[in-house]
């Protein structure tokens, strides 16, 4: 357990993080405007320019991400989005606040269309998932790609919530649907993926996922970048894969260990987000792996298999309301 003073500590330094990384963004920022108005008079680079300069300078005095209207503090996850952010959401104009539940709605209709048009398959292997946002949008990323006679499936979990997460959520879609297609070892597909993550993304940001390749022959390789181990069932057994691994977009050259499993034909896999794992009761229990496991009883169907796992939960959570993004992805070998 973390102490008082611990956990302040850990606070403070989350915000020095934050300020760190917002600094280098205002920075980068100002160094492009300054780049552009070398090479044009436009005013808008100029108030730009100017914008950046203030952002900073409230920085140096402490006063950075101060709400201008009530002095309260603007959400993290909006400066994240665009550091020049001035009022917190409360403080918002109707026409603001109206133009950024739009940009929501937006956002979460991209999302849906990202996510498996229907339950996919092919002649060797049986598909089904659950996706079930907290908000309008998630941070979880669900996907299964067709590549020939082989299956190709992800599930993650990107850091954080709201529109900064949805948005990197889209890029690892971007980014497997086309690094899958060039059949590159599952290995290095993962390691360019890192790659681009952190090449791209703010530092504070990173994403849990775990992959996996199924070959007709039942057999499936595995690799898992800091996420929750997926539950196998083989011959009526049920238990955790174990792979070792580290988020993605932590280290821009980690590279990442595979593991396969062989399937018979029945014999399928669950993977799920921590929205199913961190669920808690009215006592503040979380639901925890072992109990993924218990309620996969008899099941062997990927509609069958997510049916019960959720039942369970909800039952578990009873009239506690969920306070993250679900999502599960059941696998059968056919």
Partial sequence: MIGGGGLAEMMTAQFN???NVLREQL???????????????????AALLGDVDSALA???KGTYGQCEACDGQIEPERLLADPLVRVCLSELSDAARAALESDLELAAAIQQGLLPKSVKGNSA????FIYEPHSIVSGDYCDVIVQDDELYFVVGDVSGKGMAASLLM??????????VPLRLPLGEIMSRANHLLAENSPANQYATLIAGRATKSGEIEFVNAGHLPPVVISNGEKSEFQIPGLPLGMFADARFPTGTVQLSPGDAILLFTDGVTEAVNCDGTEFGSARVIEALNGATEPA???????????????DVASADDLTMLAVTYA
Avoid at 125 to 128: F, G, I, N, R, S
Avoid at 304 to 318: A, M
């Fill in 125 to 128: 292997w049986k598909a089904d």
């Fill in 304 to 318: 069958d298999l997510i049916r019960g796992c959720l039942d369970s939960v909800k039952t578990f959570r009873g």
């Fill in 17 to 19: 993080s934050l300020d």
């Fill in 58 to 60: 409230k920085m140096d």
């Fill in 170 to 179: 889209s890029s690892l879609h971007a980014m497997f649907h086309t690094l």
């Fill in 27 to 45: 920075l980068e920022r100002k160094e492009k405007l300054q780049e552009a108005m070398a090479l044009s008079s436009d005013l808008e680079f």
